[in-house]
């Protein structure tokens, strides 16, 4: 199948590539390398050394013999680049990664959360677009976040996609409907995620387009089998405040003798899955043929949901590291139920996923000790607050930072950068 990436240089977008490459498709990346340049502007870089798109592409080539093209376009600002791009490619199915996916980089400042919404909204839009204008029976394949539902206290499942509902209007007569639970970001990048959700509504239902939206947890992990093959082909991993997820923190704090920081109680309920079934999961997705309900198809991609404090008493325990809690920097309830259906993913044949408790926490222990020189211990606390606890009155967040650029002004090369991809 002739498969277009965007944002394929990415953490999820690379390894998605090369394992699509390795199953026979033909694959053409689209990024604009902004994720790069955001990174060197914040100084906060990836553990691991990742080589240029250009060097990871060739080794591939040489390793495999299967080619990957790439082009340096902006989707959210490049409307025609993107189109001639599709029209000249042709794909089947079209899975659209590029996005600023850093919840605590949305929050850092009007600029941060303002580039995040228009960025996130846009590139889907233009690529939706560039489907109906070009060839309506393109599969179009979205990573969402799981984190659009928000961290309240929910008691009852949630549905993958739409559920029924019904009650009574204050005439009291019965309704009932069909519609997702409301969504409750927490957080601008969240709330681009929910965003994007009417617009894939919209393409579906206005334009018929075929559409699968991945709810997805936060990823953990780093290579899988084809990052592995070659220093060149490695992925990135983000143990920093702003791109870093939790476990990658966890893991890099314990090992590097300091201890696991957790924010408030811990009892954050959270979604996981490791890297290696992310990508089989999109390869589950791009092969699972049309929708036939005229809805957008909306499927959790999870492996699994844990409290954060297990997930720091299960790394103090293999790295003997101590736990610290800390006050926590975001808005959320600090003790909730998070129920998630899980079983669209079954249903297409893809079943145990890899747990936290699998042996894979070895992998992130072996790229941390190999990586240790290039720990930069002072990117892991916590500067960005928002939320109920942002101290500043004009409800810009509190970003206090030490021995660096200051982060607001850091970020507009970044943007700037994004810009001109
Ligand atoms: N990493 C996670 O834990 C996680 C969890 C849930 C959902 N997701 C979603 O998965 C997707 C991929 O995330 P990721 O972790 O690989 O992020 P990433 O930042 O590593 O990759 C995103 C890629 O998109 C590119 N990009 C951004 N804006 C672009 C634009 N305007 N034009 C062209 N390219 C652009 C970036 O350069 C980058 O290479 C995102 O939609 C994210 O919201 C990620």
Not at 12 to 30: A, E, N, R, V
Not at 93 to 119: F, K
Not at 168 to 173: L, M, T, V, W
Request: glycine content about 6%.
């Amino acid at each position: 199948m002739k498969i277009l990436i965007t944002g394929g240089d990415g953490f999820c977008g690379w390894p998605t590539s090369l394992h699509l490459s390795s199953k026979g498709h033909d694959i053409h990346i689209i990024d604009n390398l902004s994720r790069r340049a955001i990174a060197t502007a914040l100084n906060y870089e990836s553990l691991t050394n990742i080589y240029s798109i250009h060097e990871r592409i060739e080794k591939w080539y040489e390793l495999t013999g299967r080619s990957i093209s790439f082009s340096n376009i902006n989707v959210a600002e490049n409307y025609a680049a993107l189109q001639s791009e599709i029209a000249s490619f042709n794909p089947e199915c079209i899975v659209h990664l590029a996005a600023q996916r850093s919840a605590p980089y949305s929050m850092m400042s009007v600029d941060s959360g303002n580039y995040t919404l228009s960025n996130n909204v846009l590139t889907t839009n233009n690529v939706l677009k560039a489907i109906t204008e070009h060839n309506r029976a393109i599969k179009f394949v979205h990573l969402g976040s799981i984190g659009v539902y928000g961290y309240e206290d929910r008691d009852f499942e949630i549905a993958e996609g739409k559920t029924h509902f019904s009650g009574c209007d204050k005439n009291n007569r019965p309704y009932s409907l069909k519609a997702q639970i409301p969504f409750n970001p927490t957080s601008i990048y969240h709330l681009s995620k929910s965003q994007i959700t009417s617009l894939l509504n919209f393409y579906t239902r206005n334009y018929g387009l075929n559409i699968t939206d991945l709810y997805q947890g936060i990823v953990w992990g780093t290579q899988t089998s084809e990052t592995n093959i070659a220093p060149e082909l490695s992925n990135r991993f983000d143990y920093d405040e702003i791109y870093g997820t939790v476990l990658n923190r966890f893991v890099v704090q314990a090992q590097s003798g300091l201890p696991i920081t957790v924010y408030g109680r811990g009892e954050q309920t959270r979604a996981f899955i490791h890297i290696q079934d992310t990508v089989r999961c999109i390869e589950t997705a791009v092969n699972s043929g049309a929708t036939h309900s005229g809805d957008v198809d909306v499927m959790h991609q999870i492996a699994e949901t844990r409290t954060v404090k297990s997930v720091a008493d299960h790394v103090a325990k293999l790295v003997h590291g101590s736990i610290k809690h800390v006050v926590n920097p975001r808005d959320e309830e600090e003790e909730h139920r998070y129920i998630l259906e899980n079983t669209k993913f079954k249903q297409l044949g893809l079943s145990q996923l890899n747990t936290l408790g699998d042996n894979l926490l070895d992998e992130i222990q072996n790229v941390v000790d190999k990586n240790l020189h290039r720990i930069d211990q002072t990117c892991i606390d916590p500067k960005v607050q928002w939320g109920k606890v942002s101290q500043k009155p004009d409800n810009e967040c509190a970003v206090k930072r030490v021995g660096k650029t200051p982060a607001k002004s850091a970020a507009r090369p970044a943007l700037q950068a994004a810009a001109m991809g």
